[in-house]
């Protein structure tokens, strides 16, 4: 049963996903986070919004005991059957990250490149959505298990979009949220939908991580292919936090 405007999208989109260019960098992202997280062998990692599995494929290699949950069939499709080929175990949930009581404690936990914050479906609160996927992260990890997310920066809506956007419907400047149309080919044709994006200042961001129950320890410039230690710049795509569960 299709329960939003995005988890039909990735249905459709999965079988194409891993040919957009922000994939592209995986293996260098996973080495990138295994760096930060500097866990021991067969600690315990939940991916959040795995998608096709790239990021928990990746830290399964690194051996990580992985555990990646997805709102999308066809993206977990995927994955299982790209985590067969690279030959590694990961537990593969189909859950809506809002909703998630999986099995705890895990020792750190991750929600990347639009994994499940920031996209809204047309019934979702503005701000309760990300409250909640945030809550149920701190519930999964044990105490001082660390949280790595990336978030849509904000300054880049705000540069990008004009007045005209505004009064269109296109953008909402209290909110940060973008309103547009999605299109995809699948066996029934092309299809489209309406969606919401959600931005975040860096600062807004660090206080909702906060806010939830983490301490923030960096915040950093998250866009894929792009990531390491240093300042969000203005006009990239999303930023990235890092976070832990008090001890």
């Not at 705000?158 to 209290?174: H, L, N, W």
């Not at 807004?204 to 939830?212: D, F, K, N, V």
């Not at 230690?229 to 008090?246: F, G, T, W, Y």
């Amino acid at each position: 049963m299709i329960t939003n405007e995005w988890e039909e999208f990735f249905d459709g989109h999965a079988p194409e996903y891993m040919q957009n260019v922000f994939t592209r960098d995986t293996a260098r992202e996973a080495a990138f986070l295994e760096e930060l997280l500097a866990l021991p062998p067969g600690a315990r990692l939940l991916d959040i919004g795995c998608g096709t599995g790239r990021h928990a494929i990746e830290m399964a290699r690194r051996g990580y005991a992985v555990t990646g949950i997805d709102l999308s069939a066809g993206m977990l499709a995927e994955a299982r059957q790209a985590a067969a080929q690279a030959g590694v175990t990961v537990e593969w949930i189909k859950a809506d990250a809002t909703r998630f009581l999986g099995p705890a404690p895990f020792d750190a936990a991750v929600c990347l490149c639009e994994g499940a914050l920031c996209l809204l479906g047309s019934d979702d609160d503005v701000d309760e959505h990300d409250r909640a996927i945030l809550r149920s992260a701190l519930l999964a990890l044990r105490p001082g298990g660390s949280l790595i997310l990336t978030a849509l920066n904000g300054l880049a809506k705000i540069r990008q979009f004009t007045p005209e956007d505004v009064k269109a419907g296109r953008f909402d400047p209290t909110t940060l949220v973008e309103t547009f149309e999605v299109e995809w080919e699948s066996p029934q044709g092309k299809r489209s939908l309406r969606v919401r994006e959600r931005g975040y200042l860096p600062a807004q961001l660090a206080e909702r991580i906060q806010e939830a129950g983490f301490v923030v320890e960096h915040v950093w410039g998250g866009t894929a292919g792009a990531w390491g230690r240093r300042p969000v710049e203005l006009d990239e795509i999303e930023m990235m936090i890092v976070a832990h569960k008090p001890a």
